[in-house]
C-alpha cells in the first residue's frame, strides 16, 4: 500500500535556526513528490514537485531533495512568516494512469519564533 | 494571478441536511479534484474530473456524496444527508492537463464543514 510519513510532527525553531524536515514513502512507481505549505484555515500552497532521485529545488530559504525513500525539505535561516504546516505528497503508479491521485502525509507544523 | 475559488468559506449544517459546495478552478485548467481533510491530517482524493468526466471517485461515499462538472469548467460537490463525520475542510484543486509528467495541483481556500 502506497504511504507517506513524515517527521516529526511538530518543530519549534527560533529565528535564524537552520534545520530540515523528513518525508519518507513507500509508492509502487512514483510520478512525482510534491510539497506544500498550508496556513491555519487555509488550503495548500504548491511550493516544489520533485521527479527523480537527486534532484533539488530551491525558493528562498526552502531547498527540496529527493532520493530513492525519502524527501528532506531544507530550511535556512527561517524567520516567523515559515511558520506553517508543510504538508509531503507522493503521486504514484504509472505515467497515463487513469487516476492524479495525491497521497498525502500528516504534515509537520513549524513554528519559527523571533 | 489566477487562483481556485470556492464557495462559501464556512458552513455549518444539522445532521441530516442537504450541503453543496461550488468551485470554479484556474482557467484553462482540465482536471479537477475534490480532496476532504480532516483537522490534523493530510488531504484525501475524493474524485477526480478530467473535463466533465469522472476520472476516480473510487473513495467517494456515493451512498452520501455527488459530484458533478456538467460544462467541464465549474463543479459542485454536494452531501446528502450530512452525519457527524462529514465535518472536515473540503478541498478542491486543479490541474493544466491530466496525463502529463508534470501536473501539479493548485488548491482553493477549501469550505470548513461543521455538522451538528
Known amino acids: 500500500e502506497d504511504q507517506v510519513t513524515q517527521s516529526p510532527e511538530a518543530l519549534r525553531l527560533q529565528e535564524g535556526e537552520s534545520s530540515s524536515l523528513n518525508c519518507s514513502y513507500t509508492?509502487?512507481?512514483?510520478?512525482?513528490l510534491f510539497w506544500y505549505r498550508q496556513d491555519p484555515g487555509k488550503g495548500p500552497e504548491f511550493l516544489f514537485t520533485?521527479?527523480?532521485a537527486g534532484e533539488e529545488k530551491e525558493k528562498e530559504r526552502l531547498k527540496a531533495t529527493l532520493t530513492k525513500k525519502e524527501s528532506f525539505l531544507h530550511i535556512t535561516a527561517p524567520k516567523p512568516e515559515d511558520s506553517a504546516t508543510y504538508l509531503c505528497?507522493?503521486?504514484?503508479?504509472?505515467?497515463?494512469?487513469?487516476?492524479?491521485?495525491?497521497?498525502f502525509g500528516t504534515g509537520t507544523l513549524l513554528a519559527v519564533q523571533p | 494571478e489566477a487562483e481556485v475559488a470556492q464557495s462559501p468559506r464556512y458552513k455549518i449544517t444539522e445532521k441530516s441536511q442537504a450541503v453543496a459546495f461550488w468551485c470554479d478552478p484556474i482557467?484553462?485548467?482540465?482536471?479537477l479534484y475534490w480532496y476532504r481533510q480532516i483537522l490534523g491530517q493530510g488531504p484525501e482524493l475524493l474524485v477526480q474530473?478530467?473535463?466533465?468526466?469522472?476520472?476516480?471517485d473510487s473513495q467517494l461515499p456515493k451512498d452520501r456524496f455527488s459530484a458533478e462538472r456538467l460544462k467541464g469548467v465549474d463543479s459542485t460537490l454536494k452531501i446528502q444527508p450530512a452525519e457527524l463525520g462529514d465535518s472536515a475542510m473540503y478541498l478542491c484543486?486543479?490541474?493544466?492537463?491530466?496525463?502529463?509528467?508534470?501536473?501539479?495541483?493548485?488548491f482553493g481556500p477549501g469550505t470548513r464543514l461543521t455538522v451538528l
Open positions: 482557467s484553462g485548467h482540465a482536471t
Open positions: 484543486a486543479s490541474s493544466l492537463v491530466w496525463r502529463e509528467v508534470r501536473n501539479e495541483q493548485f
Open positions: 505528497a507522493v503521486q504514484a503508479g504509472r505515467y497515463g494512469g487513469a487516476t492524479n491521485k495525491l497521497i
Open positions: 520533485l521527479y527523480s
Open positions: 474530473f478530467q473535463d466533465e468526466s469522472v476520472v476516480d
Open positions: 509508492v509502487s512507481g512514483l510520478r512525482g
